[in-house]
């Protein structure tokens, strides 16, 4: 059965930075390309970023381009995004997810993502 936890979430002020992580199981992590999405109060769940299997092509949402990294370890079959300079609309949970397809692909479409997280929590304050 495969299982993504993610963690890491929290409160932060403004200009903070954040370290989330998501360990997953039951699947071959090193072959499943993966992603990060949020959903905000009243809104629909969006695309962060996503990594291919490798980790050598990664994709990011305008919004948080340059601001945010996702990266990986195959070894430890957990996937990392590291938020920095935190803005309060960054404020949602988190989810995490692994890609249907092995070679990823429309990265910002979560219908192509087969399995997800329960999600963690980031509250930005002013």
């Known amino acids: 059965q495969v299982q993504l936890v993610e963690s890491g979430g929290g409160l932060v002020q403004a200009g903070g930075s954040l370290r989330l992580a998501c360990a997953a199981s039951g699947l071959t992590f090193s072959s499943s390309a993966m992603g990060w999405f949020r959903q905000a109060p009243g809104k629909e769940r969006e695309f962060v970023a996503a990594?291919?299997?490798?980790?050598?092509?990664?994709y990011y949402a305008d919004s948080v381009k340059g601001r945010f990294t996702i990266s990986r370890d195959n070894a430890k079959n957990t996937v990392y995004l590291q938020m920095n300079s935190l803005k309060p609309e960054d404020t949602a949970i988190y989810y995490c997810a692994a890609h249907r397809a092995r070679n990823g692909g429309n990265w910002n479409d979560r219908t192509k993502y087969a399995y997800w997280g329960q999600g963690t929590q980031v509250i930005v304050s002013s």
């Open positions: 990594i291919s299997w490798s980790g050598a092509y990664t």
